[in-house]
């Protein structure tokens, strides 16, 4: 157990809905990351809060947005979905401080997303 | 933009025979960090390399760093079955560029 939390552990949806995936980090941990990992591929990263600021965008779509809040929990939201968003949503929580990523990532369980 | 690729994109071997997957970055590395992911579970962490040439080592597990800090490479001694699974590794550039994941190397172990 990583100390991670991710919900719902799967959700499905039709095309053209919203759905939001909510991550609560490791306790102390300031550093929020989301990544995409679509059936047998790799992880995209998404994009990386510290402390409530967005500290780096990866590929995430313009439909995607998330934010941290003062709890340090985070919430990724996707919306006007599409086939192709199905996948497996992972967040992950380290104790760096915001640019260097150098800490280890400590990963959620994810949140398998089917798109209908 | 920087990408991170890995070889070979699978591996089938034989329980006890020796195993390495190969990390190659197309810019310069701070640091690289190696994932474990088994089949329907979530990346663990095994290891971050920061120094040129830097060698670790787990048990059975050896990790290595190049000396241009651009490739990687992760080997294991004598697999087991629990060494299914898929090896990721992950870097961020000298430059502060987003954390970058290779495509994974998909380990798999007959017994």
């Known amino acids: 157990d990583s100390g991670v939390t991710q919900t719902p552990k799967h959700l499905i949806t039709a095309t053209g809905q919203r759905v939001t995936l909510r991550c609560s980090p490791r306790?102390?941990?300031?550093?929020v990351y989301w990544y995409q990992q679509s059936l047998d591929q790799g992880l995209q990263f998404l994009i990386h809060?510290?402390?409530?600021?967005?500290?780096a965008k990866g590929n995430i779509l313009e439909r995607f947005s998330a934010q941290q809040f003062p709890d340090l929990h985070s919430e990724l939201n996707l919306s006007s979905l599409e086939l192709g968003d199905s996948a497996l949503y992972f967040c992950?929580?380290?104790?760096?401080?915001?640019?260097?990523?150098?800490?280890?990532?400590?990963f959620g369980p994810g949140t398998r997303l089917t798109v209908t | 933009g920087q990408q991170v690729m890995q070889i070979p994109q699978y591996q089938h071997v034989q329980e006890g025979e020796d195993f390495t997957t190969y990390c190659n970055s197309s810019?310069?590395?701070?640091?690289i960090q190696w994932y474990k992911q088994r089949p329907g579970g979530h990346p663990v962490f095994l290891i971050q390399?920061?120094?040129?040439?830097e060698v670790k080592k787990q048990k059975r597990l050896t990790f290595q760093f190049g000396e241009a800090k651009k490739n990687s490479s992760l080997h294991i001694t004598a697999t087991q079955t629990t060494d299914v699974g898929t090896y990721f590794c992950?870097?961020?550039?000298?430059?502060?560029?987003?954390?970058?994941f290779g495509p994974g190397t998909r380990l798999s172990v007959l017994p």
């Open positions: 992950a929580s380290s104790e760096g401080t915001g640019w260097n990523m150098n800490y280890e990532q400590y």
């Open positions: 306790s102390g941990d300031l550093s």
């Open positions: 809060y510290y402390n409530g600021e967005e500290r």
């Open positions: 810019t310069t590395l701070s640091n």
């Open positions: 390399l920061v120094k040129s040439g």
């Open positions: 992950a870097g961020q550039g000298n430059y502060g560029q987003n954390f970058v």
